[in-house]
C-alpha cells in the first residue's frame, strides 16, 4: 500500500491529530513520524508527558502495520522511556521484524532532534481479513 493511501486512512486517527503527531514516511512494513514538542506536551515535572511518547510511537507503529493493506490492531505492546526531553522534534520510526502473517511483530524507536534515544517501543498485532477501506 502506498504512503497517499495509508495517509489518507490515519486522517481519521484523531487522537494522534489532536497531539500534533505527523506522518513523515511510510512503505510496507516501515513508518516515521514526527512530534513538535509544544507547552500542552509538559508534564508537571517539565518534561515531555510518557502519554505523549507513546501516542507518537503508537501512530508509527499502527501505520507501518497497517501497511499491508489488512487492519491490523494492537495485542501487545510495551514501551521504555529512556531520556526525558523538554523541547525540541521526536521522530519516531517502525519496522517491521518479521514476514508479516496473523502476527506481526515491529519495533519503535524514538529519538530527538540529535538522533538520541528517548524511548524503546516494542509492540505486537493481530491482522485481520478485513481489508483497509481505501484505494490503494
Not at 1 to 8: F, N, P, S, V
Not at 25 to 54: D, M, P, S, W
Not at 65 to 80: E, F, P
Amino acid at each position: 500500500m502506498d504512503k497517499q493511501a495509508l495517509a489518507e486512512f490515519f486522517t481519521n486517527d484523531r487522537f494522534a491529530a489532536l497531539t500534533g503527531a505527523e506522518l513523515v514516511e511510510a512503505g510496507q512494513g516501515y513508518c516515521k513520524t514526527r512530534l513538535e514538542i509544544r507547552e500542552h506536551h509538559l508534564n508537571a515535572a517539565n518534561v515531555v508527558q510518557g502519554g505523549a511518547i507513546f501516542t507518537l510511537a503508537d501512530f508509527a507503529f499502527a501505520v507501518a502495520s497497517n501497511s499491508h493493506g489488512k487492519i491490523a490492531l494492537a495485542v501487545n505492546v510495551n514501551i521504555s522511556f529512556l531520556k526525558s526531553v523538554t523541547k525540541g522534534t521526536l521522530i519516531a520510526e517502525a519496522r517491521e521484524l518479521a514476514q508479516p502473517g496473523r502476527l506481526g511483530a515491529y519495533e519503535v524507536r524514538v529519538t530527538n532532534e540529535k538522533g538520541e534515544l528517548v524511548a524503546q517501543f516494542n509492540g505486537m498485532v493481530y491482522r485481520k481479513r478485513e481489508e483497509l477501506p481505501v484505494q490503494a
